[in-house]
């Protein structure tokens, strides 16, 4: 037993509602991936067995009832045995098979909707109909991606649920079918963006199945271009709510870029202004919890009317309710109309309705004026959430959610107080305790779908938590203002921009960071593998906990693992080597050189597909200024990591082909360099250009309209350069044959080159006779592991090899460098 701060006895945790919560929760999952039948009989057994674990406990208290001299045996057992102890038991177990044919009863009528009704017939058949769907979530955007050579259009999505389809015989069908409404990109964008939860619409689909068969759809609908067809308005509350939020938009709109993305998000779960290099950012510090409303969020809502808690375990009154004269009973009722107003507002994803629950339960307890542990409040949350929504026993937000909560209640404390016995501040070790338990139960759950592990989450939460309580206070304040007084809202909202500011700095300094995560095994044997490690790794820190050099040992090391200083680097891996002329980053399927110009200068050649790829190549090889940066065409595997190159770097100028085809990729190259503030050229054939010992001259294209036959292709920039100690590189963009011939025959003073950058990723088309002129040394491909293009193919590769070259490849060598000059050319591969 322990005292809290005032003094009054903790009562031990009572776990008795955990085994029914589980229970449910792994049936609910289990009942999802399988078939009817199988739903049915599993039912059929636990309500068997709740049955069989029932009867003899209640058969006894029916004879005890008949026979008063019945259960008066020696110790209390009566006649027959069964003592007090196992009927329990017996009551307890069945309990638990009970909760279990619930979570699967449920899950199974939920899933059942999946396969009944016209709209997975129409998926099945890839059908068009006429469709009136409800919009149950906010709109949102697809995050953009680079699928080959294209960047794919960002759609918008909405999950919807289908109450009607028309087919094209003129048959109409209602329904209800949980669906995923695609919208391509097209005019109309921002009214379909603007759509409320609760809105009905008509819309002419092609319907498809979804892509997962675990996903909860019936079927994913595509719909047509144009703007939405309304056919009835959205409800009165989420009207209210939509204008609330639209509301606090407009009063964030003169916030710095970071604070005005960010702020609507942590206060009501609003992303719809966070970019793909912010949310990246969040990703890699795992701090994207704040982005998602969870119980936090309440809390702090809640802590103005009832005050902070005295201990995790405990709801304790406090705060404006008393010192207004609400009582009890009043302080409850003005808590829950918080926390509906809330849920509303933040739209009911399984994070805020885990909240609103904790959130009612906690008020429960304030209304009887009773303490209780809330490890129980969270397994009854668990149970009636998974027997409401059976899909959120298999989302992953759900779990992480679940556990981060347990830790707090059940890990933190004693960890905290651990740490205090050691001389810690309370509040610091109140706060370094919650980091710790949850990440140390989060982590192996995000390593399961993200395959990699954050080295930086625990000092970023550390130093994000304290600005998350300002914010979300002023942030609710400016929308709560905003519909009566915009002034006041935008005066809020500059307060709360601050605190929103220093969040957003702390995620792209942790991210920026070199070891800021690291690759690890995914699945679920990824995931049980750094349990194992966690638990070794807390079992080692109590081990040595008071010896002090051990520990600061572990920690300076944890600090160079992430810091990962060049020299050290450089000393540990080899990477990058010293003097390197030429460098080819390993960006996936797509090209990134870089050509040394100097200290902390490179010209860039490309930029890749991944602008986080091609950003940590950059700070690999200690590039800080790039005078200049060619991108040989517009196709996405060789710009779409250009925010990579721009970012935190000087770059001079951006150099392109004349070909802008794609157009929208070419489009893309302008607006970014325009936010940069960088100018566009367009490189001229016979163009000669120097920088320090560097020097290059523009082969291709040829003035006039572009080869035709290649397209964007064999437009590419081709350069011919001379770097330092005189080592000659040619490089070939994605030129094919007939544009590598006639590039042969437009400069047949071409001759022997030390390195070839081998055109288009080394395909098999590949012109033989510009191969066997210039005679590389060393050819270097770019390509994607596992790429769908075979990339590069094996002939491609024994010509070059035929011809007297040693080849490296970027998918099995990894990124590849070159050093030295004449025969003191060495090409030096990082590997994975």
């Known amino acids: 037993m322990t005292r809290d701060e005032e003094g009054w006895k903790e009562e031990p945790a009572d776990l008795r509602l955990v085994p029914p919560a589980l229970a449910a929760w792994a049936a609910a999952a289990a009942a999802l991936g399988v078939a009817g039948w199988w739903v049915v009989a599993g039912v059929g057994f636990c309500l068997a067995g709740a049955a069989a674990s029932l009867i003899p406990a ?64 129409l998926a ?25 050579r294209a960047m794919v259009p960002v759609s918008v999505v909405m999950d919807a649920e289908v109450v009607r389809v028309e087919r094209t015989d003129g048959t109409v069908v209602r329904t209800r079918a949980p669906v995923l409404l695609i919208v391509p990109p097209g ?43 309304v056919v009835a308005p959205p409800s009165a509350p989420q009207r209210t709510a939509g204008e609330l939020r639209a509301g606090l938009r407009m009063a964030t709109d003169g916030l710095a870029p970071d604070a005005r993305a960010l702020l609507p998000g942590l206060v009501v779960g609003d992303t719809s202004r966070i970019g793909t290099e912010l949310r990246d950012a969040f990703e890699a510090t795992d701090l994207t919890h704040l982005l998602a409303v969870s119980g936090s969020n309440l809390s702090i809502v809640l802590l103005l009317l009832v005050g902070r808690p005295g201990r995790a375990r405990q709801v304790e009154r406090g705060g404006l309710a008393p010192r207004i004269g609400l009582s009890l009973r009043g302080t409850a009722l003005a808590g829950a109309g918080l926390t509906v107003a809330f849920v509303v507002v933040c739209r009911p994803d399984p994070s805020v309705l885990r909240a609103a629950a904790c959130g009612l339960v906690a008020l429960l307890a304030i209304a009887t004026g009773r303490r209780r542990s809330l ?51 309370g509040r610091l070790a109140e706060a370094l305790a919650a980091a710790l338990a949850a990440q140390a139960v989060s982590a ?25 309580a300002l914010a979300t206070v002023f942030g609710f304040g400016a929308l709560a203002v905003a519909p009566v007084w915009a002034a006041g809202a935008e005066g809020l909202a500059w307060v709360a921009g601050w605190p929103a500011g220093w969040i ?71 990477w990058p080597p010293p003097g390197w002329v030429f460098a080819m980053c390993q960006v996936g399927q797509g090209d990134a050189t870089v050509l040394a110009a100097g200290e902390g200068a490179g010209v860039v050649v490309d930029a890749g597909p991944d602008p986080v790829a091609v950003d940590r190549c950059l700070r690999e090889l200690e590039v800080r200024q790039v005078p200049l940066l060619v991108l040989t065409h517009f196709h996405a595997d060789h710009v779409a990591g250009l925010p990579g190159v721009l970012k935190g770097r000087r770059v001079g100028a951006i150099q392109t082909t004349g070909l802008e085809e794609p157009p929208g990729q070419a489009e893309f190259v302008r607006r970014e360099a325009s936010a ?70 437009a400069h047949p003073e071409l001759g022997a080159v030390d390195v070839l950058k081998v055109a ?55 990124a590849i460098a070159v050093t030295g000059a004449g025969r003191g050319l060495v090409a030096v591969a990082r590997g994975w």
């Open 504 to 574: 957003a700095r702390v995620a792209r300094t942790g991210a920026a960071l070199p070891g800021a995560e690291v690759a690890w095994p995914g699945g679920w044997w990824g995931g049980a593998a750094l349990a194992l490690v966690t638990v070794a790794v807390v079992a080692g820190v109590r081990r040595l906990r008071h010896r002090t050099w051990p520990v600061v040992g572990v920690v300076v090391l944890l600090v160079l693992v992430v810091a990962r200083p060049v020299p050290l680097v450089r000393w540990v891996s080899g």
């Open 760 to 814: 288009h990723h080394g395909s098999a088309h590949q012109d033989p006779g510009l191969t066997g002129a210039v005679r590389p040394r060393l050819a270097l491909v770019s390509a994607g592991r596992d790429n769908p293009y075979g990339h590069p193919s094996p002939r491609t590769l024994a010509a070059l090899r035929a011809g007297g070259a040693r080849v490296l490849r970027t998918d099995r060598d990894g």
């Open 444 to 468: 192996p759950v995000v390593v399961v779908f993200a395959a990699r592990m954050s080295l930086v989450a625990i000092p970023a939460n550390l130093l994000a938590e304290p600005a998350v």
């Open 676 to 745: 940069a503030g960088v100018p566009v050229v367009r490189a001229e054939p016979g163009e000669q250009r120097r920088v320090g010992a560097l020097e290059w001259r523009v082969l291709w294209p040829p003035a006039g309209p572009a080869p035709p036959d290649g397209g964007p292709n064999d437009a590419s920039v081709t350069l011919l350069v001379r770097g330092q100690g005189g080592v000659s590189v040619l490089l070939l963009g994605d030129l094919e044959p007939p544009a590598q011939r006639a590039l042969w025959r």
């Open 375 to 425: 490890i129980p409040a969270l397994a009854a949350v668990v149970l009636v959430l998974v027997l409401y929504d059976p899909w959120l026993a298999r989302s992953y937000g759900f779990l992480l959610s679940v556990l981060a909560t347990g830790a707090l209640l059940v890990v933190a404390p004693g960890w905290s107080e651990a740490l205090r016995r050691r001389g810690v501040p």
């Open 124 to 148: 099945g058949e890839y059908g068009r109909a006429w469709a009136e769907v409800t919009v149950t979530s906010d709109p949102r955007l697809t995050r953009p991606r680079v699928s080959g």
């Open 187 to 229: 005019e109309g964008r921002d009214a379909w963006l603007r759509l409320l939860p609760s809105t009905r619409l008509r819309v002419g689909a092609r319907f498809a199945p979804p892509r997962d068969p675990g996903d909860p759809y019936a079927a994913v609908l595509k719909a047509g271009a144009g703007p939405p067809r």
């Open 58 to 121: 209640v058969a006894r208290w029916l004879t005890r009832g008949r026979d008063p001299a019945v259960g008066v045996g020696p110790g209390g057992g009566g006649r027959g045995g069964g003592s007090p102890g196992w009927r329990l038991r017996a009551t307890a177990w069945a309990g638990v098979l009970l909760c279990a044919a619930a979570g699967a009863a449920s899950a199974g009528l939920h899933a059942a909707d999946l396969r009944r009704g016209p709209v997975p017939v």
